[in-house]
């Protein structure tokens, strides 16, 4: 059940937050991703009632997580995890390579090359931001794992 309603959630909140996201990177030149309620009030394009849903949503799987039933995870659900981990990194790299180009006074265009646009001398920085915010995010997530843990060993 709880990853049905995490699943619910990431269906509402995306769409929005990342118009939100990419409105935000346009008008302030900054990345913040993991600020997602600042983005999404700040935004004038996205769904803000369908985004707080979804955030409401995933809080309570959040919630709900350490209280639900442990299940195994198989050799697959491994692999889906770990791919979703290095899409959401790779996202944070994007982001954060796309915000160093804006402040370089790079062109704004539809393909997004933002790989041309950034200097080589730049990546390490951008990299080190991207695995900080992902591991904050990794972090948020380990916490219900961890009341779980200390749950079932009471």
């Known amino acids: 059940m709880t990853g049905i309603i995490l699943l619910l959630g990431f269906i ?16 302030e030149k900054k990345f913040y991703p993991l600020s997602v309620v600042v983005n999404i ?6 769904r803000k009632f369908l985004s707080f849903f979804g955030l409401a949503l995933l809080f309570i799987g959040w919630l709900s997580y350490p209280v639900g039933p442990s299940d195994e995870l198989s050799i ?8 979703m981990a290095l899409v959401l990194w790779s ?3 994007y982001g954060f390579a796309r915000e ?8 704004i265009d539809d393909h997004y090359s933002c ?8 990546w390490l920085s951008i990299v080190l931001k991207a ?11 380990v916490i219900p794992a ?5 749950m079932e060993r009471v």
Not at 41 to 46: G, K
Not at 100 to 107: A, N, P, S
């Open 115 to 122: 790989m041309r646009g950034v200097p080589a001398k730049d």
């Open 131 to 141: 695995t900080k915010s992902f591991a904050l995010l990794c972090l948020l997530g």
């Open 12 to 27: 509402a909140v995306l769409p929005g937050y990342i118009v939100s996201l990419e409105e935000r990177l346009l008008s």
């Open 146 to 150: 961890a009341i779980s843990y200390i």
């Open 100 to 107: 160093k180009e804006l402040e370089r006074g790079g062109v």
């Open 76 to 83: 697959r659900d491994r692999m889906k995890l770990l791919g």
């Open 41 to 46: 009030r700040r935004s004038l394009r996205c």
């Open 91 to 93: 996202f944070f790299v």
